[in-house]
């Protein structure tokens, strides 16, 4: 069985040229191929082999050397972090002391289970960054996610169950029904839509009134936009204007006109929503363009332009930002209008959601440090290697993030991320992210910058939902402590009001 295993670079014997190597220790042998799942290039003993953390004969830029002495060979590895070296050199060690201690094994049978080792094969059945996440210790809060994630068995079919056991009570639930199970299994496509409605909820009281006169101010910007244009076409200066004068300091006279200041206000907000709705038009085409639901004249397109060009009158303060239309559009594939409309309100009120649309740095600039950190902590030899080809997390995070991965990430994966966020909320995100990092670990770690790019921003489309879940359940983080590295240490609720906190005794009004 393997104790250990993950990426190391190994100098080589005659050029003394640092490579990565895959390295892969079991409780009687240390083993390294060229890659995760390949036949092993070479096996150690442990019964025949020191490990030495410090030593002073090579070096490594930016990394941490240890030493492995087999018999009168000298191998040199490097890891990407100190708390990576000690992690090997700790995990040889007790292995070396257990078989040590094991009665009736001698050097001689150990090398005979080295040629043997049916652990390596087995090793090499499943993805390397799965088995070592399997392996890792994680707290108790992530073993308790895994396991509520786990679906029991169903008398019933998953339709079903959600159609008589969960949606007419969703309100009050009882205990006994496995939502997050049901969840992480996938929402069946017929009533993924009410799902969906039904953990959005409607906290800011959206109605269909509301929708109608949107929607009816984003028709009538058009209207008023030609009525603007003609008008000016047809002014002329007039010699009766309702003038004010002030004197200023110094003797200027300026001249106002009121009737002039109300013109520009209104111009400027007729500008604003013309703009937006501009910017519906010319986004629209380029999202999911071979979806056959979303060809001009069809009906997912329709009800898209409708959703959108009613969100941006009722939050002009917004406005259209690039990425929405993605939003929508998944929204529109399984709802109706009003009911997108709705969950888009909801959706974009959620907390990553609404500050990373509101376009403000500090915010943005902030969850990109804690994804930093959850990446080192989840995979530190892949975030070295980030550092190493210069790439930063704001080249591909804050595109998943607009997105919710729907412009990058097979739609068929993409359906299922949505399922687990919109119970979850924000700090799923992050778990989401490292579940996608964690599947490639192995290709990412091979490329440069531009290939690197390229990859993020246009994940395989043989990605399928059953390999990406598998990978996501390695991921070691709780949710709680992704929470906690998001309020960075302030107990007070988040507030969707600008930067102000919302106070102790009122939490309830925010509870995205």
């Known amino acids: 069985m393997a104790v250990h295993e993950g990426y190391l670079h190994k100098q080589s014997q005659h050029l003394k040229l640092w490579k990565i190597r895959y390295f ?3 409780q009687t042998a240390l083993h390294y191929s060229k890659k995760s799942g390949r036949k092993p290039k070479a096996s150690f003993a442990l019964s025949r082999l020191d490990v030495l953390t410090d030593q002073n004969l090579v070096e490594h830029a930016h990394n941490f050397v240890l030493e492995i002495r087999y ?9 990407p ?4 070296r000690t992690k090997w050199v700790s995990l040889i060690k007790t292995c070396k002391q257990q078989l040590t201690e094991h009665t009736g094994v001698t050097s001689d049978e150990t090398l005979e289970r080295v040629a043997s080792d049916s652990d390596v094969s087995s090793v090499r059945s499943l993805p390397a960054s799965m088995h070592r996440r399997l392996l890792t210790s994680t707290t108790k809060e992530r073993r308790d996610e895994r396991k509520r994630a ?11 169950a ?7 009570h969703w309100g009050d639930l009882p205990k006994t029904v496995p939502i997050e199970g049901l969840v992480f299994a996938g929402i069946p496509k017929e009533v993924r839509g009410r799902a969906w409605s039904a953990m959005l909820g409607n906290r800011l009281q959206i109605n269909e009134q509301l929708f109608d006169i949107c929607k009816t101010r984003a028709k009538a910007v058009l209207v008023e936009v030609a009525a603007v244009k003609q008008r000016d076409n047809k002014a002329r200066p007039s010699l009766t204007i309702d003038t004010s004068a002030e004197v200023l300091d110094g003797g200027f006279v300026v001249v106002t006109s009121p009737q002039h200041a109300k013109s520009t206000l209104t111009e400027q907000l007729i500008a604003d929503n013309e703009r937006n709705i501009k910017l519906v038009k010319l986004d629209m085409p380029r999202t999911f363009g071979s979806h056959p639901a979303f060809q001009p004249g069809a009906i997912g397109s329709q009800k898209t332009y409708e959703v959108l060009e009613a969100y941006t009158c009722y939050r002009p303060d917004l406005g259209y930002v690039q990425g929405m239309s993605y939003l929508a559009a998944i929204l529109c594939l399984h709802m109706d209008s009003f009911s997108a409309f709705k969950a888009m309100v909801s959706l974009l009120s959620t907390r990553l959601l609404f500050d990373m649309y509101r376009l403000e740095e500090d915010r943005t600039f902030h969850y990109l440090r804690v994804y930093d950190t959850v990446l ?12 190493d080809i210069g790439m930063d997390a704001k080249m591909y995070v804050v595109d998943w993030a607009f997105t919710l991965f729907t412009r990058c990430v097979p739609l068929e994966v993409v359906l299922r991320i949505w399922d687990c966020y919109i119970l979850l909320g924000t700090p799923y995100f992050f778990q989401a992210c490292m579940g996608l990092l964690i599947l490639f670990e192995e290709q990412l770690l091979a490329m440069d910058l531009g290939d690197a790019m390229r990859f993020l921003h246009d994940i395989p489309k043989t990605t399928g939902p059953t390999e990406y879940f598998q990978a996501l359940d390695m991921v070691n983080l709780s949710r709680a402590a992704i929470n906690d590295l998001l309020s960075g240490g302030d107990a007070r609720p988040w507030s969707p009001v600008g930067r102000r906190s919302v106070p102790v005794e009122f939490p309830d009004a925010y509870e995205y």
């Open 24 to 26: 892969v220790l079991t």
């Open 71 to 79: 018999e009168k060979l000298r191998l040199y590895l490097s890891a």
């Open 81 to 84: 972090t100190e708390a990576e």
């Open 150 to 160: 786990h679906l029991p068995k169903l008398k019933t079919s998953f339709s079903e």
């Open 162 to 168: 959600w159609l008589t056991d969960v949606l007419p």
């Open 376 to 387: 080192q902590h989840e995979l530190p030899a892949l975030h070295a290697h980030f550092e």
